[in-house]
């Protein structure tokens, strides 16, 4: 924890092939959108018509729509597709289009947890100059972190040095999350100090990892040193961050401490009081902190905050004995 002050803030059904040409590829399509090219794609893709694949990702970033987390849901059926497809990706026009379907791919596989085959295109975009950068990794350290594969993880961010593609704070986040989830705070610590020799600055998910870590191991005091510090420095808090805190607070038994936590920090950012507000409130309920619950739902109500229906129908029960 010491090291942070060192660092500075910072439709079901797609249409078939034999529309594809005559409707998007040749003529104007009114109403195009993400969505749309995403169906035509994956027509294309199932039907391992890549040629098609390929008109789809440059007219649709000529046309100024990205490529989303269900571009190449083709894949998740038949994984026998990515080769042919990254062959495929070749052929886009260089730049973002074929870099931006790349990564899209390398996503994608990450989500089908296909980690290995996810690094092997990420690899592929090195050796050929496809543009590769910190943001294409960002999926693959993600998901070794979730597992808890450090060792692989840091294997990846070797692999991004020796090729000359420097981590950044998100990539650097994913392992500090990691290490503060399993409560590993030394692990933590150093990486905080490799960030700060490397010039790196701390952002909302920097701090939102600190405070994790500092609740799970039970050091709650030290999580609201740091959402403090987090504060000093002008940083916007997730809705997590509080998440946190409010769970350290009640696996602790400081009950009154929460709901004083929560009424204190209120105020500021409506959204944020109506999360933290709702899961205390919630949390409280399955304590069978009944009475404490009823408070904060009162102050909820004063404070116009929006309840679920869950615990709109509690209070009205308990308020109304």
């Known amino acids: 924890m010491r090291s942070l002050h060192k660092l500075t803030p910072k439709p079901p059904n797609p249409p078939s092939l034999f529309h594809i040409s005559p409707r998007l590829l040749t003529t104007h399509n009114p109403n195009p959108s993400s969505a749309h090219y995403d ?96 943001c294409t990794f960002h999926p693959i350290l993600n998901a070794l972190s979730k597992k808890q594969k450090m060792d692989e993880a840091w294997r990846v961010v070797e692999l991004m040095r020796a090729n000359h593609v420097s981590p950044d704070v998100t990539a650097y986040n994913f392992l500090l999350t990691a290490y503060c989830f399993a409560g590993e705070l030394s692990s933590a610590a150093e990486l905080l100090t490799r960030m700060e020799e490397q010039g790196l600055g701390a952002d909302s998910r920097t701090y939102d990892a600190l405070v994790l870590g500092a609740c799970r191991a039970g050091k709650v005091e030290g999580a609201l040193v740091v959402l403090r510090r987090m504060q000093d420095d002008g940083v916007p808090a997730l809705y997590s961050t509080h998440a946190h805190v409010i769970s350290g607070l009640l696996k602790l038994g400081y009950y009154a401490q929460a709901v004083e936590f929560v009424v204190s920090c209120g105020g500021r950012d409506m959204a944020l009081d109506t999360e933290s507000f709702g899961i205390l409130a919630s949390r409280l309920i399955s304590l069978g902190r009944f009475d404490d619950a009823k408070f904060v739902l009162g102050e909820m109500r004063k404070r116009g905050l929006k309840m679920g229906d869950k615990l709109k129908d509690f209070y009205i029960l308990h308020t109304e004995e």
């Open 39 to 134: 169906d035509l794609i994956d027509a294309a893709g199932r039907n391992r018509d890549f040629a098609t694949v390929c008109r789809l990702l440059n007219k649709r970033f000529k046309e100024g729509f990205f490529n989303t987390s269900k571009t190449f849901n083709f894949i998740s059926t038949d994984l026998s597709l990515v080769d042919d497809l990254s062959e495929a990706l070749r052929n886009l026009y260089r730049g973002f289009t074929r870099k931006g379907a790349y990564d899209a791919l390398v996503a994608r596989l990450c989500r089908l947890q296909r980690v290995d085959e996810a690094l092997r295109v990420a690899e592929e975009m090195l050796r050929d100059k496809h543009g590769a950068n910190a």
